[in-house]
């Protein structure tokens, strides 16, 4: 639930409204700069550990919770670990995409190490994995060393450009094979499998995979509104107006004047449950279809099993896809809804593994993600806010 939110209004009535937008010049509703301000990248003589931080706290990662703690304890190393309050229990039981978010954290933090000539050595989970549940235990040991071989890579030069997009993409237009091929590329070796279906011509004409990729990722929508537990750990995450949004920079940014004002009026409720046959949530599951419809391709990312590591492998992947996709002027919206792993979206997590050829058990579709071009003309996307280096830091 990240671009439209229910309204619950004095008198019992419940409406809907776009959650994007803004008044220019309303500084109540706009994003904030201080909010956005790590997207300027670190001081250019930052200490070298804050200067490979700053760039991998611009990871992408689900709800934008941000949850990564670094402890700087022991010269020359970074400990990071998981913030237990940080977590998405009822929407990522499991942690599995909180460890993907981790994942794309070290590979940011990896490419910046090799900007400044370092490489970076990592040990995963130093004190042991975490069982079913995330704990606040390292989940990777991290030592820079000088190396005169560390090459730059190209992908870094995204890092600062880079952005989730859940906006409509231009139907009409095929994704070109060349960019097909540049993402391709990003994770050549990696040991998972990446997939793309939709309009390009290397993509196999794969009409009715699409068609059914769009059908279980509507259904998928469908439940997680409809269901208690998820949809009201997004509704605590929404950040309302300039001031929600420079105080906690992380969850879900609503700029939307008409929301903005009803928070302040006391007329936005976010305590309560939206019923699922009401007309709000009829309207954000039309909101979806529509998007759905329009959007040109989607990739997935495959890997075999479901280990720890594996998790943070597919982070990094998906990480490598985005920047690689910034390069390109692709847009990426992931729809991780019939990925999860709550028990009411068993149906749609079983249908998409059999859809995209990932049988289980054995397989896990880590990442499934829009795929397209925004219409031509369209403004850049304002960065999601970021908390900034020093909250990241483990006292
Ligand atoms: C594992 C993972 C799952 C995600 N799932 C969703 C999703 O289902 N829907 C969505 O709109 N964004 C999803 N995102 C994108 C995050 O919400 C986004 O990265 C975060 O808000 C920060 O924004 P940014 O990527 O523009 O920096 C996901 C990101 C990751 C890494």
Redo the contacts with the bound molecule.
């Keep these: 639930m990240?671009r439209r939110v229910f309204m619950r209004l004095a008198g019992g009535g419940v409406v809907l409204a776009a959650a994007a937008g803004g008044l220019a010049g309303c500084s109540v509703f706009e994003v904030p700069d201080s909010a956005v301000a790590a997207w300027q990248g670190p001081a250019p003589d930052a200490e070298l550990r804050h200067w490979v931080l700053s760039y991998a706290l611009?990871a992408?990662?689900?709800?934008?919770r941000q949850p990564w703690l670094a402890d700087l304890a022991t010269p020359g190393e970074i400990v990071l670990r998981l913030d237990p309050q940080r977590l998405l229990p009822a929407t990522d039981p499991y942690g599995r995409?909180i460890l993907?978010?981790a994942g794309?954290f070290l590979e940011l933090l990896v490419l910046a190490a090799a900007e400044r000539g370092q490489r970076a050595e990592i040990r995963l989970f130093p004190d042991g994995e975490p069982g079913q549940r995330l704990d606040g235990r390292a989940f990777a040991r991290v030592r820079l060393l000088p190396d005169a071989g560390a090459a730059p890579d190209p992908l870094f030069k995204q890092v600062l450009a880079?952005?989730?997009d859940?906006r409509a993409y231009d139907p009409a237009r095929a994704i070109a094979p060349a960019d097909v091929q540049r993402l391709r590329n990003a994770v050549a070796g990696l040991p998972l499998r990446l997939g793309l279906a939709g309009a390009a011509d290397t993509l196999a004409d794969d009409r009715s995979r699409l068609d059914g990729i769009r059908a279980i990722a509507r259904e998928a929508w469908r439940i997680e509104l409809s269901t208690e537990a998820p949809m009201m750990e997004s509704m605590r995450l929404l950040r309302v107006g300039s001031a929600e949004i420079d105080q906690h920079r992380d969850g879900i940014t609503i700029d939307s004047p008409l929301l903005v004002v009803l928070a302040k009026t006391g007329l936005f409720d976010r305590s309560t449950f939206p019923a699922p046959d009401s007309s709000a949530t009829r309207g954000q599951i039309q909101d979806f279809d529509a998007l759905t419809a329009s959007t040109p391709a989607y990739l997935w990312l495959v890997s075999e099993g479901n280990q720890r590591s594996q998790q943070i492998a597919a982070?990094r992947a998906?990480a490598r896809i985005n920047l690689a996709a910034t390069a390109t002027g692709l847009a990426l919206?992931?729809?991780?809804?019939s990925l999860q792993e709550f028990d009411a979206v068993a149906a749609p997590y079983r249908a998409i593994h059999a859809l995209l050829d990932a049988p289980q058990p054995g397989n896990t579709v880590q990442?499934l993600a829009r795929l397209g071009y925004l219409p031509a003309g369209t403004a850049p996307r304002t960065?999601?806010p970021r908390r900034g280096l020093a909250r990241q830091l483990a006292a």
Excluded at 333 to 337: A, L
């Design positions: 990240e611009l992408p990662n689900p709800h934008n995409q993907m978010g794309a880079r952005r989730t859940r982070g998906y919206h992931p729809n991780e809804q990442m960065p999601a």
